[in-house]
Structure formats: structure tokens, C-alpha cells
């Protein structure tokens, strides 16, 4: 139980693929001027990379080492499918304004990511787990950005109007920079969070440490 | 479905500067923010990565239209283009090995990384979408490497720059301010975006 918690806690905060790794922003990134679609996206990558890393985890011992990076797209890629498939029969409007960036999914690097360096040394379970925590890790920081993209971009949230009247839409918001200008300013606020966070660790044990000799005398 | 009707030369310099694969759309971004940190290794990636592009526009075009497409397998377009993708990455490995094994050693490693590189599948599912015809697709493929080429170029020479400098708050030192400098980047690529238009 505590594997897991271990692996929760890693997936969503201390080794988040976003800000620790720098993975995967390639597909999802440019859905994010849209709160809605961003939703879809973070659910089918972390759908994705749960249902791989389980999957994977399962086959580790059957797939001869020389073609398993290609074994590992393929399975990637039928739960891609499956993703798409459900999109285009339940959503087709969601479906066309993500265009190809579904298919994207497959490339993303959080999934091969995950199947290399964690599903394929652990167990199917575990590694589900550790599927599940990645993707939701990534996706809250993309929920954020969205937030702001729509919020500043159109005024919107989920496409209703929460911004007055006389409010004028930012146009960059909408654009490609802004969402590598707030990825960047999230990193930075979450690597200051985290320094200091650590220089806290460091100052505390050695006052525990110099206390407890100085109690035993 | 036909084929939009744009010009050959405006598609390609529209794929290398306003809708630049990378800073546009995003595509390729991992590799790009870690290997941008070596100028030659960025050269070399460059290279590889155009030539991928461009090759595999051209064979995945002929395998959506002349099997995809008749078969009715639509549905399987995406695991087909990766292994059309897998297979061209292998073929050129080999061919680059037996011609020249100087450039073989200078983009050995990059070579497989480039099969999992999101720009060569957003390549083609966008050639796919917009319905473009062969001559298009090459040139879209091959504008959309160069232009991928181009930008990691770029960063690659503003990060050297960067390393040097002290004045950076420390908490964005390395990616974050790497991220800032592709933003500022991605400002300048689209401000010309007015002029031409692919979509």
C-alpha cells in the first residue's frame, strides 16, 4: 500500500512529467486555448498511459528486447484508436476541432515515457497506477493553463461568458507564445515552491542533529 | 475532397515560417527542448529530422491513398503510419550506414529517437486532414522539416548565449527560461502570419 502511495504522490506532485521531466508537451499543449477540449485531451493521455503501462507491464516478459520499442507504440497506438474511435461516434464536434492532435496522443512522450521507465520493471498493478497518477499529474498543470487561456483569451469558461461586457479578449492568449510563456511561468513558481521547500529540509536536520547530543549530555 | 488550392511556394514558406510545425503547433517540442542544449547536435538532428519528414510524407501519402483509402481501414491510419514511419527511420539508418558511415556516426543516435518525434506523425495526419495532393504533401513534409531544422537552430545558438549569463532568477534557469526564449520565438515566427495563409 505504501508502493502506492509513494507512486501517487510521485505521478502527481514530486516528479510531475510537466515540470520535473519536461515531457510531453508536444500534442496537448495546443488544445489548451480551450478549457473543453483540454478536458478530452488529459483524459485520453491519461486513459492511454494507464490502460499501456498496465498492458505493458503484462506482456514485459514475452517481448523480446530488440523490438520492444515498436511493441510498445503499437499498444500505445490501439488505445489511441480505441480513444478516437469513441471521440468521432459520441463527440464528432470535439472530435473535428481536435483535428490530428488525438492521433497525437500516440507520440506523446509521457506514454513511452511511463512504459520504459516504470511499466516495464514493475508489476501490472502498480504500473497502472503509476499510469494513472502521470497523466492526472500532467493534466491538472494543463487544466491550469487553459484556465487562463480561456479566461483571458475569449472571456470564457467551459465557452460561457463570465468576463463583463467591456471586456477586451488578450488575442495572444489565443496564440501558440502565451502557452509556452505560462508553462514557463508555472515551472518557475513551481521550482521556487520547490526550493524552498528543500532548503526548509536542509536547515531543519542539523538542528535536530546538534540538539540530540547535546540533550544526551 | 480536392485538394486546397494553394500555390507550391507559399505552402512552402508557410510551413517553414507562420505555421512553423514546432512553434505553431507544438510538435516535436520534447526533443527539441533537450537536444537544443548542443549546437551540433542540433545541426544533426536537424538534418534527420527533415529528411524523415520529407520522406515519409511522400510514402505515407502513397499508403493513404493507394491502400488505406481503397482497403475502407481508416480506422487503422494511425498504427499503419507509425509503422510506415518505423520503417522508413530503419531503411534510411541502413542506407546512411552503407554510403556514408561519417554521417551515419554523426546521426547515428538520432535516428530511432526520431520514430516517437511527434512532428513526423503531425506531418502527415495534418496532410491527411487538409487533402493534400502529392506534390503538396512533399513540399509540406519537406518545408515543415526545414522549418523545424531552422527553429532548433536558432534556439540552439540563443542558448549558448544564455548559459553565459548569470542575471537569470534561479528558478528558471535551464527549461523555464528556455520555454520563454520558444515563446518569443514562436511571437516572431507568426507576427507574419497575415501575409500567408494554408488552412
Known amino acids: 500500500m505504501t508502493a502506492l502511495r509513494k507512486v501517487m504522490k510521485d505521478g502527481l506532485w514530486t516528479n510531475t512529467p510537466i515540470f520535473v521531466q519536461v515531457l510531453g508537451i508536444c500534442s496537448t499543449l495546443a488544445v489548451t486555448n480551450n478549457l473543453r477540449n483540454t478536458m478530452i485531451m488529459v483524459l485520453g493521455v491519461t486513459f492511454a498511459t494507464a490502460m499501456g503501462s498496465w498492458t505493458l507491464s503484462l506482456l514485459k516478459d514475452l517481448i523480446p528486447r530488440k523490438v520492444r520499442m515498436i511493441v510498445q507504440v503499437l499498444v500505445l497506438s490501439f488505445y489511441v484508436i480505441i480513444i478516437d474511435i469513441l471521440l468521432r461516434a459520441y463527440q464528432p464536434a470535439i472530435s473535428k476541432q481536435l483535428g490530428p492532435y488525438v492521433g497525437l496522443i500516440i507520440t506523446n512522450c509521457i506514454l513511452m515515457g511511463r512504459a520504459e521507465a516504470f511499466a516495464a520493471a514493475n508489476k501490472p498493478g502498480l504500473s497502472f497506477a503509476d499510469g494513472l497518477a502521470n497523466g492526472l499529474g500532467y493534466g491538472w498543470v494543463l487544466v491550469c493553463i487553459a484556465f487562463i487561456r480561456e479566461l483571458l483569451g475569449f472571456g470564457t469558461i467551459f465557452g460561457f461568458k463570465v468576463m463583463g461586457g467591456n471586456f477586451t479578449p488578450w488575442t495572444i492568449m489565443v496564440m501558440a507564445p502565451s502557452a509556452f510563456f505560462l508553462v514557463a511561468s508555472a515551472l518557475w513558481v513551481a521550482n521556487v515552491y520547490k526550493a524552498r521547500a528543500e532548503a526548509k529540509k536542509k536547515a531543519a536536520p542539523p538542528n535536530q542533529g546538534s540538539a540530540a547530543p547535546a540533550a544526551q549530555k | ?199
Open chain 2, 1 to 199: 475532397m480536392n485538394a486546397p488550392n494553394v500555390g507550391i511556394l507559399s505552402l512552402f514558406i508557410a510551413s517553414i515560417l507562420t505555421s512553423n510545425i514546432l512553434l505553431a503547433n507544438f510538435l516535436g517540442t520534447c526533443s527539441f527542448i533537450s537536444i537544443s542544449k548542443d549546437f551540433k547536435s542540433s545541426m544533426g538532428l536537424g538534418i534527420a529530422v527533415t529528411m524523415v519528414i520529407g520522406i515519409c510524407s511522400a510514402v505515407c501519402w502513397v499508403v493513404l491513398y493507394y491502400i488505406i483509402v481503397p482497403l475502407g481501414i481508416e480506422y487503422l491510419s494511425f498504427i499503419i503510419f507509425i509503422i510506415v514511419i518505423a520503417g522508413v527511420v530503419q531503411m534510411l539508418e541502413m542506407i546512411i550506414d552503407r554510403f556514408s558511415p561519417s554521417l551515419y556516426m554523426a546521426l547515428g543516435i538520432f535516428l530511432p529517437l526520431i520514430t516517437v518525434n511527434c512532428a513526423v506523425l503531425g506531418v502527415i495526419l495534418f496532410m491527411q486532414i487538409r487533402y493534400y495532393n502529392f506534390i503538396q504533401a512533399v513540399v509540406f513534409g519537406f518545408g515543415s522539416g526545414a522549418g523545424w531544422w531552422l527553429s532548433i537552430m536558432l534556439l540552439a545558438s540563443i542558448r549558448r548565449k544564455l548559459d553565459n549569463n548569470n542575471a537569470i532568477p534561479a528558478g528558471l534557469k535551464g527549461t523555464g527560461i528556455t520555454l520563454i526564449t520558444i515563446g518569443f520565438m514562436a511571437m516572431a515566427f507568426i507576427g507574419f502570419s497575415g501575409m500567408i495563409a494554408i488552412q
